[in-house]
Nanobody, 122 residues
Framework: QVHLVESGGGSVQAGGSLRLSCAAS????????MGWFRRTPGKGREGVAT???????SYVDSVKGRFTISQDKAKNTLHLQMDTLKPDDSGMYYC????????????????WGQGTQVTVSS
């Protein structure tokens, strides 16, 4: 059974950085796609970044060049390094795992953590 626990959220001023972490268990890394999603008041839930079983990464346009997704399979940990943060990045961030390896944002098979709050002030 997949279990995901996020940490690392907090409050930061615009231009600052945060590093989110996700402790994952029950993941078959030979198949799964891992990702970060966020829920914001203006846009609802959107995909932020994914990393597939081969290490290929994908980002939503609004975070390209600022956010970096990475994973440490040996430590069962997923990270999201967020730099040059903007107020529009504020929201609840969720770690997610798709067990069939489908990295499409709207796949119905994503498993979710409980989320960690990110607040960016101007």
């Amino acid at each position: 059974q997949v279990h995901l626990v996020e940490s690392g959220g907090g409050s930061v001023q615009a231009g600052g950085s945060l590093r989110l972490s996700c402790a994952a268990s029950g993941i078959d890394y030979s198949r799964s796609c891992m990702g970060w999603f966020r829920r914001t008041p203006g846009k609802g839930r959107e995909g932020v970044a994914t990393i597939d079983k081969n290490g290929f990464t994908s980002y939503v346009d609004s975070v390209k060049g600022r956010f970096t997704i990475s994973q440490d399979k040996a430590k069962n940990t997923l990270h999201l390094q967020m730099d040059t943060l903007k107020p529009d990045d504020s929201g609840m961030y969720y770690c997610a795992a798709e067990p069939d390896g489908d990295c499409y944002w709207r796949s119905p098979n994503w498993n979710w953590g409980q989320g960690t709050q990110v607040t960016v002030s101007s």
